[in-house]
């Protein structure tokens, strides 16, 4: 019996070691079609979700959805090809891609740096946010959320986020998730699990557009998203539709140069940017229907971020009644965990190919990676509203304002700027189409208008008068006040 149990445990112990060294074994993505789904996953995440829509409703609709398909195709796009180019003309994650592109110039491998620190950062938040995603699926399956009244839904996520337990536990769930698909190594992991995983998203979304479409009402709410109002587009929306754009495509950090590092030698470059850019818009506008036609139906007004999702949704659910808020309801929450897992999956497999480029093992890299993250996700929860750690408030905001206001508004065009100067001013032209051109062997019309039009002048400028105009009144005030 007690050599039987042995046994068991022998093999058991067999099975995981061979899936670590599954995970040690990285040759990158096996086709096409992986590449594609693997990529489009790390670009279809929660900002597609509950950022998208509202930013689209709120400036203008029909008119911001112009400006967005506008910014993601010009600026966003032509970033995802510069990371792919960096990426596998090198085969390096970003410190020695930069490196090895520029020997003579060992200070660009700290734009590769700060890229890393930003994924870092930005997973942390991921974490958390995700988990309290999970939480509510599993609220929305099991019939909880359908039990609260309309009007404590606000009550009832502030007394779920702040508690001391649930949301760790549910982050360690959603990290340890990752852990495992990361484990699993590129093919075997990320790509198998992201061609199962993107097509589920599609049917769910599609599923929830549906629903939304078919309920009394809803075309006020395709007015929203939809109809232009070119008046709503200020110059504050401007830029916050290029910093979607940008964080949408996953650009800026260096993840895509580490997805284009494993992107198969005979990929184009530009049709597989091309494919990835088109589904993340896809799933950004089909998320706006999903929601906000569903949303004006029930009477509820339309909201951005967390409240949207944790306090004005479960409204909407509500509204289905008790089978429809379980379905429909656990099929969103479902549909925000699988997009927040696929991105989360590129975040880490970034900072894990990095540690394994400076000689950690990949399974020793992504599990010390993971314990770090983890624990700082816990502080970052734990300084949300009414959390254990809210009082402490550097330079008046708690950690988790900290992340989100540094991830989503500063470090992602910063890091944006910095890849493209060094593309189009510090790249050589000929290795840029060289790798576009696959050596040759693809004709790439229009290269001359990509190079010198948009990488060299419209993207580093547009990314520059995004960085600054926030200042502008800042920089006004002071002038002022040294003027008087
Ligand atoms: N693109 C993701 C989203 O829209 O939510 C966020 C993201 C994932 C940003 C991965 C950066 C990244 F490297």
Redesign the pocket.
Known sequence: MNINLWRRALARLHIFTKYLRMANNNSGFSSSFGAIMAAAG????????W??PYICGKYGGGAAIIVYLLFVFLIGMVLLMSEFVIGRRTGHTPMKAYEELRPKHRNWRYVGLLGLI??FL?LCI?FVISGWTLNYFWESVSGTLASIADGDFATHFAAFASSPVAPVVCLVIFAALTLVIILGGVQNGIEKVSKILMPILLVLVVLLCVRSLTLPGASKGLAYLFSPDFSQLTTEGVLAILGQSL??????????IVYGSYLPKNDGIFKSAMWITVC?TAI?ILAGVAIFPAVFASGQDPAGGPSLVFNVLPVVFNSMGQVGSMVFGGAFFLLLAV??LT??I??LE?LTAWGAEYGKKRSTSAILLSIILAALAVVAAYSYEGGLLNGFKPAGMSLFDWLDTLTGSYL?PICALLTIIFFGWFMKKEEIHDELSNHGVMKVAGFKVFYYFLVRFVAPVALIVCLVAPLIPAIKELIASIIS
């Open positions: 790390s670009a279809i995440g929660l900002g597609n979700i950022r998208f930003t994924s930005i991921y964080f949408s495509l996953s650009v800026g950090m260096g993840v895509m993340d950004a997009a927040a991105s989360a590129s975040l970034a992602p």
